[in-house]
């Protein structure tokens, strides 16, 4: 189990003393146990309730956009934070998603993977177990584990694709502001024009390497920044409220069986604003040979 699942020491030592901590084909058996193809091998990892304390349950709306008993992948809206934090303390994704498990009664902790800014809407990935998720943030390190962002930017780009690897670095005396560094970390972006409005353009990035503001960070070091950005550019968007980006779709595998995962989440607010038809279904997601932006 520590080898073939990843499981620590600990877990399994938990595991092999709850009621129905480890079974095999549906009955409980010790560690010992030596496998037959075939076996069917189940581990529960129970979470202990004290684990959740530090967030405060709030009861609230979560669009699911997939679920399994390690995942949770929800379709976070603009304006709210991932964690609790100053003026957020009770109003996070994190708050949520501690009141959708009590409501439940499934004792899990919030452990947030791959989080998004604050006005930043889209997919965002939950481990409902420590195994999980380890393995998911793993997946991160080794590129693994990679998000699709839809947006748009001031101007027009004279490139359809391209690819930025300017390594992001903090700035001194900024709290929140990134800028390029190249005493930073690495970091991989790659994007693609998919129209352009006015004098703006509709942009689509696969990013590599989860860095603090990293797309927003290498569009506005192009010269190119998002609409709505207020902390790398001026903040004007003219077409709805707030920054325009929204993460379109998370690629990871399943922390267990391998299993390939794609989350799609749809940006039905940019269609309403926007109605860009031409790329985006009544659903806000991308149409014909965009889905493979």
Not at 46 to 62: C, F, I, S
Not at 243 to 254: D, E, G, I, S, T
């Amino acid at each position: 189990m520590k080898n073939s699942l990843g499981l620590t020491k600990r877990q399994i030592s938990q595991a092999k003393f709850g009621e129905r901590g480890i079974c095999v084909n549906g009955k409980r058996q010790r560690i010992s146990y030596i496998g037959q193809p075939g076996d069917l091998l189940t581990v529960s990892l129970e979470e202990r309730l004290k684990d959740t304390g530090k967030v405060v349950p709030k009861q609230g709306d979560l669009e699911i956009l997939y679920e399994d008993q390690d995942i949770l992948a929800v379709n976070k809206p603009a304006g709210i934070p991932c964690h609790p934090g100053r003026g957020h303390y009770q109003d996070s994704l994190g708050n949520l998603a501690a009141g959708l498990f009590e409501k439940r009664g499934e004792p899990c902790p919030v452990r947030i993977i791959g989080r998004l800014d604050k006005d930043t809407s889209g997919v965002v990935l939950l481990a409902k177990n420590q195994a999980a998720g380890a393995r998911l943030g793993e997946q991160k390190g080794r590129g693994v584990f990679q998000k699709e962002y839809l947006g748009m930017v001031q101007g027009h780009l004279k490139k359809t694709v391209g690819r930025i690897r300017e390594p992001i670095g903090k700035i001194p005396g900024e709290k929140l502001k990134m800028q390029i560094d190249r005493n930073g970390k690495s970091t991989d972006t790659e994007y693609r024009i998919l129209d352009f409005l006015e004098d703006n353009t509709v942009m689509a990035w696969k990013i590599f390497t989860g860095r603090t503001h990293q797309i927003r960070v290498h569009m506005a070091w192009l010269g190119y920044p998002l609409l709505g950005d207020s902390l790398y550019g001026d903040g004007e968007n003219p077409y709805f409220s707030g920054l325009a980006l929204h993460c379109r779709k998370a690629v990871f595998c399943q922390p267990f069986t391998g299993e390939k995962i794609e989350v799609l989440a749809p940006a039905r607010h940019w269609r309403e604003a926007l109605r860009m038809g031409k790329f985006l279904d009544p659903e806000g997601n991308l149409t014909g040979s965009r889905q493979e932006l």
